[in-house]
């Protein structure tokens, strides 16, 4: 069977670029903190992927504390804090909020207190882009990152998380952005690594593969490539629209990250419909790759309003840099063939 994978905001592929970065890196067999030559060399890949990833978030300047990804980076940025967020962030975060803010049907979040608040830049599910207000205390930028130009810079929030394996590096590595200065008390306490605030020898391997990641994903950014692929999630979205047009959209009148398309059909679970998919060859989501498997309707559309039914039916789509129109199109004959059938049995 010729799959086809459609479940890049879960995690994309490994760019050639990330592995040739950490296959060199295995060769280098120095611990970081040593003083001698080898030590150097190891910590030599650090600095270097430390500045590929500040120059691809726009955060020359900035302090970037690798973490084994953003789950912990959420944990390192936010514990100990009394936070405002909203229901659509991924479980990450927001199991760290004491304070609900109001979602709208679009899916933009009403901030109120910017500096107490944290705020998804692009979510997961819906796609959708938020406008960040100045003075935000942590933005989760993991979806954004890579896909839409960012620039940590001009964002105006204090903090942001970002994860490798979403832009092509490896799982396993991440980061904390912060404006430099910023107090951020180290959980994990040891040896003083990264900058006192993350201790622990480093994963120079991931390291690596994550500069190299990023630099290659600000490359693919520069070059339009993400431009090409909105083009093929549009026709996809044509194209499930003419053909079922009872089919629910979430969030096409909201400013969306260029790969991400949601869906719902009521009545159609979203799990099954995942199934049914994965058995005809195609791999898609439900929602949240980290709440996978859990019989439930998607928080993300709950908070924007939608009924239960609905919010059970919603089935994600997100294409990457090597989706082709063909390959859209494949999916969407594939889709609607199940729909129908759908259709035909609840009839």
């Known amino acids: 069977m010729n799959r086809l994978y459609l479940d890049h905001n879960a995690t994309a592929p490994l760019r050639p670029e990330a592995r040739a970065a950490m296959i060199a890196a295995m060769d280098v067999c120095g611990n970081p903190s040593s003083v001698h030559a080898e030590g150097r060399a190891a910590k030599s890949l650090i600095e270097k992927a430390r500045a590929q990833v500040a120059a691809a978030f726009g955060a020359d300047g900035a302090d970037i504390v690798f973490t ?23 479980d990450a975060v927001r199991s760290w909020i004491s304070e609900d803010l109001l979602v709208s049907p679009e899916g933009f979040v009403t901030v109120t207190e910017p500096e107490v608040s944290v705020l998804q830049l692009a979510n997961s599910e819906s796609g959708v882009i938020q ?9 989760d930028a993991t979806q954004a990152f890579g896909k839409i130009p960012i620039a940590f810079n001009w964002m105006g929030s204090t ?24 107090d951020l008390a180290a959980r994990i306490k040891g ?3 990264e ?8 994963n120079v391997i991931g390291i690596a593969g994550f500069g190299a990641a990023a630099e290659a994903a600000a490359r693919d950014l520069a ?9 093929s999630r549009d026709l996809l979205q044509e ?8 089919t629910i959209f979430v969030g096409i009148n909201s400013p969306r990250l260029p790969n991400t398309l949601c869906f719902a059909t009521p009545g159609w679970k979203g799990e099954t419909q995942v199934m049914q998919m994965d058995l005809a060859g195609y791999a898609v989501s439900a929602g949240s790759a980290c709440s996978s498997g859990k019989v439930r ?6 908070a924007m309003g939608y009924d239960t039914a609905t919010a059970q039916g919603a089935l994600r789509v997100s294409l990457g840099p090597d989706t082709t129109d063909d390959d859209a199109l494949r999916f969407a004959d594939a889709w609607l063939t199940k729909e129908k059938k759908h259709r035909a049995r609840v009839a």
């Open 223 to 231: 070059d339009g490539v993400w431009d090409k692929v909105a083009q």
């Open 131 to 139: 406008e960040l207000p100045q003075g935000l205390f942590m933005t």
């Open 191 to 193: 040896g003083g690594q």
């Open 297 to 302: 309707a998607s928080a993300v559309l709950t």
């Open 159 to 182: 903090m942001a998380l970002i994860s490798a394996h979403k832009l092509g590096g490896p799982k396993g590595i991440g980061a904390v952005v912060l404006k430099r200065g910023t």
């Open 239 to 246: 194209s499930l629209a003419a053909g079922a047009p009872e």
């Open 68 to 90: 084994s990804g953003s789950t912990e980076g959420a944990a390192l940025a936010c514990e100990g804090r009394d936070l405002h967020g909203a229901p659509i962030e991924h």
């Open 195 to 202: 900058m006192g605030r993350r201790s622990g020898t480093e």
